[in-house]
Nanobody
Framework: EVQLQASGGGLVQAGGSLRLSCAAS????????IGWFRQAPGKEREGISC???????YYADSVMGRFTMSSDNAKNTVYLQMNSLEPEDTAVYYC?????????????????WGQGTQVTVSS
């Protein structure tokens, strides 16, 4: 059974950093793409970063240069390092897995979702 568990959210001041973790089980990273999404109140879920099964990466313009995705295959964990956080980054953050491993920033392409973790950036 594919399972994902996101953690690491919290309250941080603007300009600060957080690292989110997504612990995965039930599949290997080679066969799946992993994405990070976020959803702010009243807004659609936004794909902000993803990595394909072969290591290609995508970053949304809104986070390019500030957020970095990485993985530890031995721990079956994917990370999202978030630096220079802005109040606009406040949202619930989700990790998701997409079978087949191809890169996609669309939430519709992901079959498995972890529970969200709240990130709040104060000004």
């Amino acid at each position: 059974e594919v399972q994902l568990q996101a953690s690491g959210g919290g309250l941080v001041q603007a300009g600060g950093s957080l690292r989110l973790s997504c612990a995965a089980s039930g599949f290997t990273f080679d066969d799946y793409a992993i994405g990070w999404f976020r959803q702010a109140p009243g807004k659609e879920r936004e794909g902000i970063s993803c990595v394909s099964g072969i290591g290609d990466t995508y970053y949304a313009d809104s986070v390019m240069g500030r957020f970095t995705m990485s993985s530890d295959n031995a721990k079956n964990t994917v990370y999202l390092q978030m630096n220079s956080l802005e109040p606009e980054d406040t949202a619930v953050y989700y990790c998701a897995a997409r079978a087949g491993g191809t890169l996609s920033a669309s939430a519709r392409g992901y079959q498995h979702w972890g529970q969200g973790t709240q990130v709040t950036v104060s000004s």
